[in-house]
């Protein structure tokens, strides 16, 4: 079945950087675009970043883009979300999410989240 | 960007009860709306897509309705697992964006 696990959360100063991690199985990773949402603590979601199935293509929200940048390994199966210039405005929790369809922009599947926190 | 204003943001209703939650975008964008539940320290579920598909092994109280501008949520009998922040969210283009939430809580 369709799994996404996220990685790499923690505490990180403002202006410092943060790399999470996106694993999944359970379908053909190099077909489908996969997406970011964060949730900070206690407020609504946002979404944050998108890589199209292709890999050649990514769209960004105003609040990160040009500070964050979405790649992904094939071979491992992996999306990666490296993050920069970290603000207290990014504290939230990230998660990773893919819909059904190559370049779905709904989400039928979600990872478990995993916590930045950026605090000086 | 397109603009997702949802109502109320809060809630109280008893068991039983009919909840409507509505959901309405700056512009048209056709049939391109879902519907997520969401419970405390939980990723949020999708329960609806294209505005009014129920996903597979949501409850058939929970209806979806609208196109265009004006989105609609609907739980026709409110059950206890049911109480929960919902969020409407377009799937019509980037960025995409999401409601602000209705949090449904026990009356």
């Known amino acids: 079945q369709v799994q996404l696990v996220e990685s790499g959360g923690g505490v990180v100063q403002p202006g410092g950087s943060l790399r999470l991690s996106c694993a999944a199985s359970?379908?053909?990773?190099?077909?489908?675009?996969i997406h970011w949402v964060r949730q900070a603590p206690g407020k609504g979601l946002e979404w944050m970043a998108f890589?199209?199935?292709?890999?050649?293509?990514?769209y960004y929200a105003d609040s990160v883009r040009g500070r964050f940048t979405l790649s992904r390994d094939i071979s491992k199966n992996t999306l990666y979300l490296q993050m920069n210039s970290l603000r207290a405005e990014d504290t939230a929790v990230y998660y990773c999410a893919k819909g059904i369809s190559t370049d779905d922009y709904s989400f039928h599947f979600w990872g478990q989240g995993t916590l930045v926190t950026v605090s000086s | 960007d397109i603009q997702m204003t949802q109502s109320p943001s809060s809630l109280s209703a008893s068991v039983g009860d009919r909840v409507t939650i509505t959901c309405r975008a700056s512009?048209?964008?056709?049939?391109?709306l879902n519907w997520y539940q969401q419970k405390p320290e939980k990723a949020p579920n999708l329960l609806i897509d294209g505005a009014s598909s129920l996903q597979s092994g949501v409850p058939s109280r929970f209806s979806g309705s609208g196109s265009g501008t004006d989105f609609t949520l609907t739980i026709s009998s409110l059950q206890p697992e049911d109480f929960a922040t919902y969020y409407c969210?377009?799937?019509?283009?980037?960025?995409?964006?999401f409601g602000g939430g209705t949090k449904v809580e026990i009356k």
């Open positions: 890589i199209r199935s292709d890999g050649s293509n990514t």
């Open positions: 969210q377009q799937s019509y283009s980037t960025p995409l964006t």
């Open positions: 512009q048209s964008i056709s049939n391109f």
């Open positions: 359970g379908f053909t990773f190099s077909t489908y675009g």
